[in-house]
């Protein structure tokens, strides 16, 4: 098991017969390989991670939402958010579709859950619970936090997560006109 190469005779044992500069060579190279597999590894791991994130869509600059916990009691899942008004102006007579499919969640499982009268969805803003089928105008004050909680019923014990939850909002000030808030990626804490 040996070959010539310049005169040289070379064996799977070459490292021994090779010297001092070449070990230091051979593992220099063999450094950069294990560094750079390293490197395609922690990138795999950091793509699978960020699948994974929370992601919200708000669909205006001014308009953030935190998505503070998500916690599940047998079958009810609690959703506490802040909304945040980044803006200078304070923001009035918001409103959240529940009913006629104006607010739906999707768990990882595939199933559907909906809003209004007799469904699975209700919001309470601040220490407001409102109508099933939609909320009371609302104001989000500029730089000041706003609790909003998002009952889900009935939810399947197996769901690990909520894969998308839409809300359907009206804001003249952010030209929202039953327009979709979406998050995804929702994660369910199991008491």
Request: hydrophobic share 40%; net charge positive.
């Given at each position: 098991?040996?070959?010539?190469?310049?005169?040289?005779?070379?064996?799977?044992?070459?490292?021994?017969?090779?010297?001092?500069?070449?070990?230091?060579?051979?593992y220099s190279n063999m450094k950069k390989i294990f560094l750079f597999i390293m490197a395609v590894f922690a990138l795999c791991?950091?793509?699978?991670?960020?699948?994974?994130?929370?992601?919200?869509?708000?669909?205006?600059?001014?308009?953030?939402?935190?998505?503070?916990?998500?916690?599940?009691?047998?079958?009810?899942?609690?959703?506490?958010?802040?909304?945040?008004?980044?803006?200078?102006?304070?923001?009035?007579?918001?409103?959240?579709?529940?009913?006629?499919?104006?607010?739906?969640?999707?768990?990882?499982?595939?199933?559907?859950?909906?809003?209004?009268?007799?469904?699975?969805?209700?919001?309470?803003?601040?220490?407001?619970?409102?109508d099933p089928w939609y909320t009371s105008d609302f104001e989000i004050l500029a730089g000041v936090p706003t609790k909003v909680t998002m009952k889900i019923?009935?939810?399947?014990?197996?769901?690990?997560?909520?894969?998308?939850?839409?809300?359907?909002?009206?804001?003249?000030?952010?030209?929202?006109?039953?327009?979709?808030?979406?998050?995804?990626?929702?994660?369910?804490?199991?008491?």
């Amino acid at each position: 098991m040996s070959s010539q190469t310049s005169g040289r005779n070379f064996s799977i044992f070459a490292p021994i017969c090779l010297g001092h500069n070449n070990l230091i060579i051979i593992y220099s190279n063999m450094k950069k390989i294990f560094l750079f597999i390293m490197a395609v590894f922690a990138l795999c791991l950091q793509n699978v991670n960020a699948q994974d994130a929370i992601k919200i869509i708000t669909g205006h600059p001014d308009f953030n939402i935190k998505v503070k916990r998500c916690v599940a009691s047998d079958k009810t899942v609690l959703i506490d958010m802040v909304f945040i008004n980044e803006g200078t102006q304070d923001v009035n007579r918001v409103k959240i579709h529940l009913g006629n499919r104006g607010s739906l969640a999707y768990d990882d499982e595939g199933n559907i859950y909906e809003g209004g009268y007799d469904q699975n969805i209700s919001i309470k803003i601040a220490n407001r619970e409102y109508d099933p089928w939609y909320t009371s105008d609302f104001e989000i004050l500029a730089g000041v936090p706003t609790k909003v909680t998002m009952k889900i019923k009935g939810v399947s014990l197996e769901a690990q997560s909520f894969a998308k939850i839409i809300m359907n909002f009206d804001c003249p000030a952010w030209d929202f006109n039953n327009s979709p808030v979406t998050l995804r990626n929702i994660p369910i804490s199991r008491k």
